[in-house]
């Protein structure tokens, strides 16, 4: 992403608000805008600093972390020129009622403590991956939809044509299990396909953002086209 994604560390543990933030800080394209420790610091520092992202505790001293967020949307309602903020809980309530609540109060995601920094790191990069989606959309297709909400049952999704359903299912079932990322032969390798039609569906799943492709240099000849599942 060429602009920084500003967040919002919110936690009443100085020490674990630290640690998110370094985590933050460590990610290209993001920055920590601030840190609050408390509800009523979350909102006044939300309405200073205007983050892209909140990453939310539930339990804070003064109101719960979901209070927050209801807050910060009903002052979005009021005032339609405020930028309008992400949420992403991180916390250890794992009440089903409550990751409800904080799902229809507009979170993204869910994370439960403990876990460690690479799934933070992850949700980090889902969130701008969703964000530079929303960006680029004009007017959005279903299958624009489906892929944003992940919405769309197995087998359902519009394939081009020589594509099948079971394979391209196939090929996201490797490269979930390689969060790290897989060539094209490595991909064909582990699904048992030839490596030209492995490299058809990874095109097919970078075409429709659900891959992200990089770039290995080494020795001669050309880059490895490297291929990590962000959909």
């Known amino acids: 992403m060429n602009e920084q994604t500003k967040v919002l560390v919110v936690d009443d543990d100085f020490m674990v608000a630290k640690l998110h933030g370094r985590c933050v800080s460590a990610m290209d394209g993001f920055t920590v805008a601030g840190v609050a420790h408390s509800g009523t610091e979350a909102l006044r520092a939300a309405e200073r600093l205007h983050p892209d992202l909140v990453l939310l505790d539930v339990y804070l001293p003064d109101m719960d972390g979901i209070a927050v967020l209801r807050e910060l949307r009903a002052a979005e309602e009021r005032d339609p020129a405020r930028p309008r903020v992400d949420a ?3 916390t250890a309530a794992r009440d089903a009622e409550v990751v409800r609540s904080a799902l229809r109060a507009g979170a993204l995601h ?32 279903q299958e624009d939809v489906d892929r944003i909400f992940g919405t769309r049952p197995p087998g359902s999704r519009e394939l081009p ?5 079971h394979t391209a299912d196939l090929v996201e079932r490797v490269l979930r299990a390689e969060p790290g990322g897989l060539s094209a032969s490595q991909c064909a390798e582990a699904g048992s396909l030839s490596r030209v039609s492995a490299r058809r569906y ?5 075409d429709t953002g ?11 000849g050309r880059p490895e086209r490297r291929y990590r599942w962000v959909g």
């Open 161 to 165: 044509k020589g594509l099948a359903a």
């Open 110 to 141: 869910y994370l439960i403590k403990p876990f460690n920094q690479a799934a933070l790191q992850e949700q980090l990069r889902h969130v701008a991956a969703l964000r530079a989606r929303l960006d680029d959309l004009g007017e959005a297709r």
């Open 88 to 90: 992403l809980f991180i």
């Open 202 to 206: 990874l095109e097919f799943f970078a």
């Open 210 to 220: 659900r891959v992200q492709v990089t770039l290995r240099y080494g020795g001669t």
